[in-house]
């Protein structure tokens, strides 16, 4: 969960610093802004002195400049707020087993359930098992009716080592009579492990596996 929040922290401070360094540059711009008006009202000539309508208008936009600053520190703020807030609600997933839409699925305590759908009757499909450097570690053949199916693997690879629990990637290819590709997709189930926020977006963790909460398909008590 550490890696997850620390991303979600150093979103949210790069949002905190952009704010610092514009409220640091108008500083400094209005700073040389007044400088150069102080030494332009010294050398002016009172008997013609300068329109004031064009360093009012600078002023005026400076003062807008700073509102829009203010504004933005408060949004922050704000969306700093909610996203703490749904987080907090979140946590109720802990320890149930959810399924989302993601091709990256957990194997939690020796064991990966993933779904896979198939648009239409297939002649042939394959479910294939990939490891996180991308090596195929398993494959078998899949149901060819059109429909959701699922996919519960043991961990155990071609070569008999049981293989341990972390992310996997897997894939489901079809095809029909004729080797044109059929459409399919893949949803993946875990056990929710924490909760963290990542760029405004409320992500469940599965392990090491992140799944957005609006990816959430369905909840349940078991596995």
Do not use: C
């Amino acid at each position: 969960m550490s890696d997850f929040a620390a991303v979600a922290g150093i979103t949210n401070q790069g949002a905190l610093d952009k704010n610092a360094a514009a409220k640091t540059k108008l500083a400094e711009d209005l700073d040389s802004f007044l400088l150069m008006l102080t030494q332009q009202l010294k050398s002016q000539d009172p008997l013609d002195p300068m329109d004031s309508a064009e360093f009012t208008n600078q002023l005026v936009q400076f003062a807008q400049v700073e509102q829009q600053i203010g504004a933005n520190e408060n949004l922050t703020d704000l969306i700093g707020l909610t996203q703490q807030s749904i987080v907090s609600s979140s946590v109720n997933y802990i320890g149930h087993t959810v399924e989302g839409a993601s091709s990256q699925v957990p194997m939690q305590e020796g064991h990966l359930k993933a779904g896979y759908g198939v648009s239409e009757d297939a002649h042939a499909v394959t479910i294939v098992v990939r490891d996180d450097g991308g090596e195929i570690v398993f494959s078998q053949p899949g149901e060819t009716r059109s429909g959701v199916h699922e996919f519960n693997w043991d961990g155990v690879d071609a070569q008999g080592n049981q293989l341990p629990d972390g992310t996997y990637s897997i894939s489901a290819t079809a095809i029909a009579g004729d080797d044109t590709p059929i459409d399919t997709y893949i949803t993946a189930f875990g056990r929710v492990t924490g909760v963290t926020a990542i760029d405004g977006q409320t992500v469940l963790l599965l392990g090491k596996v992140g799944l957005p909460v609006d990816d959430v398909l369905s909840v349940s008590d078991g596995t």
